[in-house]
């Protein structure tokens, strides 16, 4: 993963990472198949290397580390019908890539030569890495987890150390056959801060997304759970009849504007939101960062699901043209690509910075009735010449539901674009709040 140094003001960021055997992408057998990878038995072993439990520099003394390889897997298990059989072993290092493993999923963080070899080239930006070996009906035969020896991890959320729960939690998501997500606030996000961004612990991982929720239950579907699951899926077109490729298309509910499902269209134009609950929502589609990115943000219109079948949705964009790029959020007087961490019933000054954006006439705005920025408390930073940035106060209304919710910047001329899912109301604390609000 890469190292984000853009900012001048930023805090090391380091992110997750997986390597699969013989594959492209963690979620598929092959860049041009619909195979997804996933475990032919829902019940699935793990073993965790004695090397975690240890004594050793790379674990901070007294860390939960069994308490949190209990949550870190009940998290997974408790939405979808999947089971971890677990063990512990002696085993250290984890199988050499190539097209097959030794069969144990092993969890590590042992400095051996094949551990080690892993992070070669970025032992100071990555937290972790999953080598997945699988046949070609995509089915999972093996995946090893290990956590980078060059770093420290803990689970008090002491500064400068990777949280450990938050770090496994995203890598047994990739055990499990899910790739990144584009959405911020996801813990299958690719991006993994230490403890101490934004002055605040790192925990927002340890628990899942509502997108990640989706993902996993597209794979592996939950019985007791009512109304699941359902897909929606079709083809984005431009205006000059090409196809969409490499567009975010997301989900939110019409009701609280919490982000709810998210997929990329292939080089056909075609996505699946799978995994889904009923209910009514709102879609939308923009075209992903890094890549030609001159297309406008859009809204594809509302969308009913009453009951568990496909819904076709296909659309032909409008193509407006930006001419901007909202690349960043932060907090703190820091910028990322991390999501913001809030509390409801409380208001903080969120940042967020932009290229070739006028901010004197922009409008930034939300999706959720619960999210609101308070008249008068805009102000404009000097980041340098490169990169727009404004402050802003958001009150958080006290009702809002737990989940991930999305920013948007509007220009004058109507050309919008959002941070999807970057806003993160969780019930882990964030001190940092201007006032409480009224309970009125």
């Known amino acids: 993963m890469r190292r984000f140094s853009v900012i001048l003001i930023i ?14 992408a963690p979620q598929y057998s092959g860049e041009k198949t619909n195979t997804e990878l996933h475990w032919k038995n829902p019940v699935i072993p793990i073993s965790f290397s004695n090397s975690l439990i240890r004594q050793n520099s790379n674990i901070k ?13 009940e998290t997974w298990e408790n939405v979808a019908d999947i089971k971890f059989e677990v063990f512990w072993t002696d085993k250290q290092t984890v199988s050499a890539s190539g097209n097959s493993g030794d069969g144990i999923s092993l969890v590590t963080i042992a400095p051996t030569s094949e551990n080690l070899l892993m992070f070669s080239k970025d ?19 093996e995946a090893d987890i290990v956590l980078n020896p060059y770093q420290q991890f803990s689970t008090d959320g002491s500064i400068g150390t990777f949280d450990f729960e938050s770090t496994l939690t995203h890598e047994i998501g990739h055990l499990l056959g899910l790739e990144h997500s584009n959405v911020f606030g996801s813990t299958m ?11 605040l612990p790192a925990f927002d991982s340890r628990t899942l997304a509502e997108t ?12 007791d759970s009512l109304n699941c699951c359902s897909v929606i899926e079709g083809k984005l077109t431009l205006p000059n009849g090409k196809t969409a490729k490499n567009f975010q298309v997301w989900l939110e509910d019409s009701e609280t504007g919490k982000v709810i499902a998210q997929a990329i269209t292939n080089a056909d134009g075609f996505y699946q939101l799978k995994g889904i609950s009923n209910g009514k929502f709102q879609l939308f589609a923009q075209e992903l960062l890094n890549t030609k990115n001159t297309v406008s943000a859009e809204n594809l219109g509302n969308v009913e699901i009453l009951e568990s079948k496909p819904l076709q949705v296909n659309k032909k964009l409008d193509g407006i043209s930006k001419a901007f790029d909202l690349r960043y959020i932060g907090f703190n007087g820091q910028l990322s690509e991390l999501a913001v961490p809030l509390n409801g019933g409380k208001s ?10 006028n901010l004197k006439n922009a409008r930034i705005g939300f ?7 308070v008249p008068n408390t805009t102000v404009e930073h000097d980041f340098g010449e490169n990169l727009s940035v404004i402050s802003f106060e958001v009150r958080v209304d006290g009702k809002i539901p737990f989940g991930e919710y999305s920013i948007f910047v509007e220009s004058d001329k109507k050309v919008k674009e959002y941070i999807t899912g970057s806003l993160v109301v969780e019930p882990f604390v964030n001190q940092w709040s201007n006032f409480v609000l009224s309970e009125d």
């Open 11 to 24: 805090l090391a960021l380091s992110g997750y990472s997986i390597t699969l055997a013989n594959a492209y």
């Open 61 to 73: 003394a007294e860390s939960d580390i069994l308490g949190a390889i209990k949550r870190s897997l």
């Open 123 to 141: 032992s100071d930006q990555v937290s972790a890495r999953t080598r997945v070996f699988f046949n070609k009906r995509g089915l999972i035969s």
């Open 189 to 199: 996000h690719e991006n993994n801060g230490k403890n101490g961004i934004f002055n």
């Open 212 to 223: 990640d929720i989706s993902a996993i239950r597209a794979i592996y579907g939950k019985s």
């Open 348 to 357: 903080y000054v969120v940042y967020l910075g932009a290229k070739k954006l």
């Open 367 to 373: 999706n959720s009735p619960f999210l609101n920025i």
